[in-house]
């Protein structure tokens, strides 16, 4: 199942979803059956059929959440320099182009932190972290050219 959000359920949501599955678990012991415990919790008859086994298998524990379904790869603080990483730009990291791609952003990953992750980790790792693909439509109308020809051949260079 997908969800809007493009992640998951809300912390909420998988509270209240673990509870309706504890509740269907407190009825597997009353021996209930699989249609009338569905039309009550407004769930599929499949879903209730899956938690009757998980419940006989290793009983109320067995319905608890298992948590979000992907966690990153990276720490808290491992984005943190991954940030700092990105604000410096990419000529810093040996590309010409003065954009960042996902492709880019991977290798970056795989050479500071010696972690592999697919280009789909990292564009969630980076919607997590509230970072969004960014592409002008058009230059900005406060652009001053002559201002950015000054600077491309005085201060430019030494940066390079």
């Known amino acids: 199942m997908r969800y809007a959000q493009g992640g998951g359920l809300t912390a909420e949501r998988q509270r209240l979803r673990e509870r309706i599955r504890y509740e269907a678990g407190e009825?597997?012991?009353?021996?209930?059956?699989?249609?009338?415990?569905?039309?009550?919790?407004?769930?599929?008859?499949?879903?209730?059929?899956?938690?009757?086994r998980?419940?006989?298998e290793g009983g109320m524990d067995a319905l608890a959440s298992a948590?979000?379904?992907?966690?990153?790869?990276?720490?808290?603080e491992q984005f943190a320099e991954?940030?700092?990483?990105?604000?410096?730009?990419?000529?810093?990291?040996?590309?010409?182009?003065?954009?960042?791609?996902?492709?880019r952003i991977r290798e970056l990953i795989a050479r500071t932190f010696r972690l592999d992750c697919s280009s789909a980790a990292v564009w969630r790792l980076l919607h997590r972290h509230g970072w969004s693909w960014q592409c002008p439509a058009r230059r900005a109308l406060e652009r001053d050219e002559q201002a950015v020809g000054l600077w491309k051949k005085d201060v430019w260079p030494h940066v390079e």
């Open 82 to 103: 991954l940030e700092k990483e990105l604000v410096l730009g990419p000529a810093v990291h040996g590309w010409e182009e003065q954009r960042w791609t996902l492709a």
């Open 27 to 52: 009825r597997f012991g009353r021996d209930e059956r699989t249609p009338v415990i569905a039309k009550d919790l407004r769930v599929s008859e499949r879903s209730v059929e899956r938690w009757r």
């Open 54 to 56: 998980a419940w006989r």
């Open 67 to 76: 948590g979000p379904p992907k966690l990153s790869k990276l720490s808290d």
